[in-house]
């Protein structure tokens, strides 16, 4: 018998987003911390999780079954239920929304993590192009973006203005952002809690004025890359409500995939995101953490998922302030998730994205009051 519940976000945790961080790539050191965090926050020991779901890449950490050394984060004893996607975390929380939708578990943990710095991530990346074809030429991840970003200028869709004044919000925001890059100072300190926005970045035309990386995109255009591991804790029903005063329900938990083949699909347009998006519907968000590493791709998933100018987006910073691999996505939830928590939302759409060009696109939706309905 299929056994249905209401699921919400009662927790979030982030580890400070590093371009060198001195953990192992096994991200122990990195979550040890955030777990400890989470589970203050909470209540929470690890004992009370009834399902622990990872995401993480063997091939970042250059190794096979690396997630496993992830566990020693969790401790040997007691034995725990545990799985692992070779995905961003969002889609291990997803994987853990299920185990609690279904009843299997009332509590459930899913985290991400990645030290992008270990080895050539641009060149990295290419191994998850088409093996026969693509990925023996080794396109880098940055080149394949600026080929998006220029089928998407020449077709008149944005402009380089619009991208840079992507870049300048999102640095704005990201400054004032403890956990961002741009929000830490020298030696990891958080900046001062009214630092003036003024100072976090430049203007669109100081930007348009620096050299291309991969024509046509700046480095202001791409997201860093970043060391870092995020943490979420989901709880069903009744649970969720003495354990959190506000809980972000999920009305909406949808994933969807394009095309392997660049050749093969539009790469101004994401069907993946639109479709992900209505049927978890994203129309009612009221805020809207993206995970665009790139200042063009945050204008195709605003057009993709009908986001208007009254919606807030990505006011974390985004991925343009911190990209950790395999962790940014969870992290976008995470935020999300945290709007609603703090009261400064009602409805709160988290997404995450995966592959090449905006290959593999999740859209999370969650509201204060859980009364929407939810898609499965």
Not at 159 to 172: G, H, I, L, N, P
């Amino acid at each position: 018998m299929l056994i249905v519940t209401d699921v919400a976000v009662i927790g979030f945790a982030q580890a400070p987003c590093e371009r060198h961080s001195p953990a192992t790539t096994n991200g122990v050191e990195m979550l040890v911390p955030i777990f400890h965090e989470v589970f203050e926050a909470t209540g929470l020991s690890k004992n009370d999780i009834g399902f622990w779901c990872s995401g993480s890449s063997d091939y970042l950490a250059g190794r096979a079954f690396s997630f496993v050394s992830a566990v020693d984060a969790i401790g040997a004893f007691p034995p725990v239920m545990e799985s692992h996607v070779e995905m961003d975390g969002a889609w291990a929380l997803y994987e853990a929304w299920l185990k609690v939708l279904t009843g299997e578990a009332e509590t459930a943990l899913a985290y991400g993590f990645g030290k992008s710095s270990a080895g050539l991530l641009r060149r990295v990346l290419a191994l998850q192009l088409d093996p026969y074809l693509v990925a023996p030429l080794w396109p880098d991840s940055v080149s394949i973006a600026a080929l998006q970003a220029r089928a998407g200028l020449d077709a008149g869709l944005w402009t380089e203005a619009d991208m840079a004044a992507v870049a300048a919000r999102s640095q704005r925001d990201a400054a004032r952002n403890p956990k961002a890059l741009a929000g830490r100072a020298p030696g990891g300190q958080a900046p001062p809690a009214k630092a003036p926005a003024s100072a976090a970045g430049e203007t669109t035309t100081e930007m348009l004025s620096h050299p291309y990386i991969a024509d046509p995109l700046r480095a202001h255009d791409c997201a860093p890359v970043t060391d870092g591991a995020a943490v979420v804790i989901l709880a069903a029903g009744d649970r969720a409500r003495a354990l959190c005063e506000r809980p972000a329900w999920i009305t909406g938990f949808e994933h969807r995939i394009d095309s392997a083949a660049l050749g093969a699909r539009d790469l101004t347009a994401s069907p993946s995101t639109a479709s992900a998006g209505r049927a978890a519907g994203a129309s009612r968000a009221q805020v809207a953490e993206l995970h665009a590493p790139f200042t063009h791709q945050e204008l195709i998933l605003r057009r993709e998922l009908g986001l208007g100018d009254e919606v807030t987006i990505s006011p974390s910073g985004g991925a343009l302030g911190g990209n950790p691999m395999f962790a940014a996505g969870l992290a976008r939830i995470g935020s999300a998730a945290s709007e609603i928590i703090s009261g400064r939302a009602e409805v709160a759409l988290g997404h995450a994205t995966g592959g090449p060009a905006l290959q593999q696109n999740l859209v999370c939706v969650m509201d204060a009051s859980g009364s929407n309905g939810r898609s499965a």
